[in-house]
């Protein structure tokens, strides 16, 4: 669509020129690639900011004006907001900002480990459950049993066996978390399965590796990685809780749970102490739902035939 | 003689049901149950049918993807049905099929470029990449899609040009078979006309055979050769174009092109009302098939079933009026 300017006198005789289109008639303009896929979908665009400024917090968090966040500083106990201490300070005397600053390193790096094993993990199984029909049967019910367990409990045996760290935590809610994505995957390769176009591979001589590769994953990544974000805030909160029952990340490194379990006894005199982290913990788990939801109505094919 | 390109012997393919806890395989959909046909090099064959009575089955079965109950598929004298896979590979690319949704039967992330290349690299038929981009080009000229829209993908078009990439997708595999289930009948009455008569310049240009299953006697009239009328798994009649359409012998036959609209307004043609409902291919009537719903039916029909039998010089009627009293139907 090009703009051409005609010289109205060049024209025969009883020719006009067409009146320029009031601006509610121009053509849409479809925007494609990044720009527009944060243009058409705000939240995608809300929800990305807020997590790309956490994780800069997470990363650069020892230069954005902390201390050491383990520092004891028994004489200035409970300290409220201040200059000096911007969240203010808990019952040991550390710097609750400097914690929280620090937290986030804990909470991102579980929420993203979870949401790449547990996605990676449900991918195999989803995949091997939609494409080997006897072993779906055998997978989806090991599954069920895997889902009829309460993701908090298994985390807390499985912590209960092994030593607290960061580590055990994320194999913990990953393991209650590969039920529900192999379960979405294996849906949506059973559907894919039965689509005209796969059929039509088969006819064209495609080979099954290559049917998988080309026909089936691509199709599978778009709901998978709407999942993955879900998976990701729940595994935030999840770690949350865990550190908040003390069964999650080891009191020595600072979290969101741990500052908060440590707060809970003074909530009612010492609010600040408990809001903070888990303001964060708010905003963090806002941001990774909207990306969500935002990439979920983005991604979906449907949007793309509208256009 | 050379043999027909396509034999089907005795095609049948009878689909598990699933009931019960424990996935107990107690029944069978009987979807086609003995279908025979002989599809020539050039020809068209019109499979027609109400739905549900296992067209598009057989369809399938003839691509075969999926493996048949029991029967021969037999293209050019050699059984494919049971072939083994390098050798079903090579196959494939003479039997292609072109389906009825033009918006599922293409991968919504690949651009045209990739859906045509695919055929064309699996058969390894481009020498080089030149002669891989020069095949796909020209077979955008033979669909007459212009060249530009090889690098979109597929939502950017509309439906019959997608039933276009398809076609063209199909004729990547320089085919002599081309299985076309219910390929016009997803289209606007324009667009349908354009898709059919394409199809008729590539019959006539690469001497293509086609296996069109459809319900649109109107459109099967306008483009097929022979004809053959499904009723739940069972052939009822074969018949070259011009019999089955002047005189069908099948009460089934005759009740279908009765209700063929005309196109002429206020015309009248009395449409034969079959009574009830298609009985359950889980469950088939006992006897002919048709008989809980045939206006002439007689106690033969309910215990025995008739036999494909030879009603004129190429028309094969399944029915046992045929045969008793053959001086009613002539």
Not at chain 1, 290 to 297: A, M, Q, T, Y
Not at chain 2, 261 to 283: F, T
């Amino acid at each position: 669509m090009t703009d051409t300017t005609v010289n109205p006198q060049s024209l025969p005789a009883g020719l006009v020129v067409a009146p320029q289109l009031p601006e509610i008639l121009r053509p849409v303009v479809i925007r494609r690639g990044l720009v527009g896929l944060l243009r058409g979908h705000p939240t995608v665009a809300i929800g990305g900011a807020l997590l790309l400024t956490l994780v800069l917090i997470a990363v650069f968090a020892p230069y954005l004006g902390t201390v050491d966040p383990t520092a004891l500083a028994p004489a200035k106990r409970t300290r409220a907001p201040s200059a000096d201490f911007w969240f203010g300070t808990d019952v040991l005397g550390r710097d609750i900002y400097s914690r929280v600053l620090f937290g986030a390193r804990v909470s991102l790096t579980v929420g993203l480990s979870v949401a790449i094993f547990a996605s990676a993990a449900g991918l195999a199984i989803g995949m091997i459950a939609g494409f080997i029909r006897w072993a779906d049967g055998i997978l989806m019910r090991f599954m069920d049993g895997l889902m009829s367990i309460p993701p908090i409990l298994l985390a807390i045996a499985l912590m209960a066996l092994t030593r607290g760290s960061v580590g055990n935590v994320i194999l913990a809610i990953t393991v209650a978390e590969i039920p529900r994505v192999s379960r979405l995957v294996r849906s949506v390769v059973l559907s894919l399965r039965e689509q005209p176009y796969v059929d039509a591979a088969v006819a064209c001589g495609t080979r099954s590796p290559m049917i998988i590769l080309r026909h089936i994953l691509p199709n599978t990544v778009a709901p998978m990685l709407v999942q993955a974000t879900y998976i990701c805030a729940s595994a935030m909160i999840t770690e949350a809780i865990l550190s908040f029952i003390g069964a999650g990340t080891p009191p020595t490194i600072p979290s969101w749970g741990n500052i908060m379990a440590e707060g809970r006894a003074l909530w009612q005199v010492k609010p600040y102490i408990v809001f903070f982290p888990a303001a964060f913990l708010s905003v963090t788990v806002l941001a990774v739902n909207l990306l969500g939801d935002g990439l979920r109505d983005a991604l979906d094919p449907r949007m793309a035939k509208s256009l | 003689m050379s043999p027909p390109l396509l034999q089907v012997n005795d095609l049948k393919k009878h689909f598990p049901v699933k009931t019960g806890l424990f996935n107990r395989k107690s029944e069978f959909v009987y979807a086609v149950d003995g279908v025979s046909f002989e599809i020539a090099r050039g020809e068209t064959l019109s499979l027609v049918g109400e739905s549900g009575c296992g067209k598009s089955t057989v369809g399938r079965a003839i691509l075969r993807l999926f493996e048949i109950t029991s029967g021969q598929v037999i293209l050019d004298g050699q059984r494919i049905d049971d072939a083994a896979p390098s050798t079903m590979r090579q196959m494939r690319r003479r039997v292609q099929v072109v389906f009825q949704d033009p918006f599922s039967s293409l991968n919504p992330r690949m651009r045209v470029r990739d859906i045509l290349a695919e055929p064309i690299r699996n058969f390894g038929l481009a020498k080089s990449a030149e002669d891989l981009e020069v095949r796909v080009t020209s077979l955008m000229d033979t669909v007459r899609l212009p060249r530009e829209a090889l690098n979109r993908r597929p939502h950017e078009f509309s439906g019959g040009q997608r039933q276009r990439i398809g076609i063209a997708r199909a004729l990547a595999a320089e085919p002599e078979l081309i299985v076309c289930d219910e390929a016009v009948s997803a289209l606007d009455v324009s667009v349908k006309a354009q898709i059919v008569n394409l199809l008729q310049d590539l019959q006539s240009e690469f001497g293509l055979a086609l296996l069109f299953i459809s319900h649109d006697l109107a459109i099967v009239e306008h483009m097929t050769h022979r004809v053959a009328v499904m009723y739940l798994g069972k052939i009822v009649e074969v018949a070259p174009r011009r019999e089955i359409f002047a005189a069908p012998r099948h009460p089934y036959t005759k009740a279908l092109l009765s209700a063929v609209p005309l196109p002429e307004p206020g015309a009248q043609r009395n449409p034969i009302i079959l009574k009830g409902d298609v009985p359950s291919p889980i469950n088939p009537p006992s006897g002919c098939r048709f008989h809980t719903r045939c206006p002439f039916v007689f106690d033969r029909c309910r215990t025995e079933e008739p036999m494909l039998r030879a009603a004129g010089a190429e028309q094969w009627v399944a029915c046992h009026l045929e045969e008793a009293a053959p001086a009613m139907s002539s």
